[in-house]
């Protein structure tokens, strides 16, 4: 087995990707010598506890950051600022700081500018997830084959970026670096905005009249059972993400809203030729992504 790549990995939030990341650590054996699990209730610390995926659990962030030298945030991203300035004093000299937000210009943002002299910075966002949230939603698998995108800021130290590579690597992920502008435009489209979709329609459908909404729930197509699946995920966690991604979130859907009005046109108008291309390209792009192994 190869030497532990940390001797103190400290999770602040123990969520999906949180005890994820801990199941894989208990496994592997070589992320980790120790992990410590932090999250927001003793409730939630005793479960951990239960399910044997951390070797110590702390209800409070500033002890269970002492001696770390790896500390990633894998709470909401608007507790970010909140965390980040409680524990920035406490983290050990030479510490990495990560975290597993979907927005990074913001993350950067509220956490750069209280990082101390000495420990490194390297925000990453590995792109792998399902609809559940809490630490017995996490499984060793979750990030096989799935990208974790690194997104340092200028002048991030190399060391530190690959060595966060590493254990993403050790997760099962397949690793690339992303200037942070650029991904939040990115997942904007690929994540954002459908989850902003999802969340929209299922909004629709519950405002039907009360006959009319058993019928929905009655007779739902596979179409809008996927919307369901991905509107049932952690309103906290997607609270914090729309607000903290409001510029480029706001771009995508207002390019969506033009490609939607043209389809609606191309629908009253009887144009066939226009609607038959946008599904042909819908086809394709799945085919893509099956190729991709990202299905």
């Not at 269970?64 to 991203?77: H, K, N, S, T």
């Not at 980040?84 to 943002?109: F, M, N, W, Y």
Request: glycine content about 8%; overall charge negative; proline content about 5%.
């Amino acid at each position: 087995m190869a030497e532990p790549l940390f001797r103190r990995l400290t999770l602040l939030g123990i969520g999906l990707i949180g005890s994820s990341i801990a199941r894989i650590a208990a496994e592997r054996g070589d992320l980790a010598a120790e992990v410590v699990a932090n999250a927001r209730t003793q409730a939630t610390l005793d479960r951990v506890m239960e399910l044997g995926i951390a070797d110590r659990v702390e209800l409070d962030p500033v002890r269970a950051v002492e001696g770390a030298d790896c500390v990633i945030l894998c709470a909401p991203v608007g507790a970010y600022a909140v965390l980040a300035e409680a524990i920035a004093p406490h983290l050990a000299p030479g510490c990495i700081l990560s975290d597993v937000g979907s927005t990074k210009q913001s993350v950067i943002r509220d956490v750069g500018p209280l990082v101390p002299e000495g420990v490194h910075f390297v925000p990453a966002h590995p792109l792998a997830g399902t609809e559940y949230s809490g630490p017995d939603a996490g499984f060793v698998t979750l990030f096989e084959g799935r990208y974790t995108l690194i997104v340092p800021p200028p002048g991030t130290d190399e060391e530190a970026i690959e060595r966060v590579a590493a254990l993403w690597r050790r997760c099962g992920s397949m690793v690339e670096r992303m200037e942070p502008a650029h991904h939040d435009r990115v997942l904007a489209i690929v994540s954002h905005l459908p989850h902003l979709l999802a969340f929209t329609i299922c909004g629709t459908a519950d405002d039907l009249a009360d006959e009319s909404r058993s019928e929905v729930l009655r007779f739902a197509a596979s179409g809008f059972r996927d919307f369901t699946r991905i509107a049932a995920s952690d309103p906290v966690m997607w609270r914090d993400v729309f607000l903290n991604h409001r510029e480029a979130l706001r771009e995508m859907l207002a390019r969506f809203l033009e490609d939607a009005q043209a389809m609606a046109r191309a629908v009253r108008w009887g144009d066939a030729g226009y609607i038959e291309d946008k599904v042909e390209r819908g086809r394709k792009i799945r085919r893509s992504l099956i190729e991709l192994k990202q299905a």
